[in-house]
């Protein structure tokens, strides 16, 4: 018999299907904004980074610097999956004129190393108030039981 999954085991499969659910019916509509690209792309650089962090960390306790890599892996990847998509939705349509040209490609990889300071800053940012919320609770059980 299998265990049960657990609230992070739930919260990475919901992530990944909702985000495969939103590109699904992203691609088939006609539009060449690239705002719900790059936000689609930022949510699947989110859920394949938590399912890495998953697969790689299971059972570490992670560090403020180990936070601050895996969000410098979600900035990069947030350009990549960027691209990635609006290939995806060029080869599905096969229009003349595709609704992302390869200059807009060109420019979103461009990106990719602000994107992935960007993202190792914020994940630093969460990673050390992490680490002082976890330090405050364990002064306060300190204090309990003393």
Known sequence: MKPSATAGEKLRRCALLLT???????????DK??????????LASIA?????????AAGRALKPAHIALSGAVAGALASLC???LMLFKNLRHAHVFPDYPAEMLLAV?????????AGGLA????GLLLASRLNEANKRRAIKSS
């Not at 394949?48 to 790689?56: A, E, P, Q």
């Open 20 to 30: 495969g659910l939103a590109i699904l019916l992203w691609s088939s509509l006609e």
């Open 33 to 42: 904004d690239p705002t719900a690209a790059v936000t689609l792309g930022a």
């Open 48 to 56: 394949l980074t938590l399912w890495l962090l998953s697969r790689l």
């Open 82 to 84: 960027t691209a990635a």
């Open 109 to 117: 990889l461009q990106r990719l190393p602000p994107w992935t300071i």
């Open 123 to 126: 994940g630093l940012g969460i």
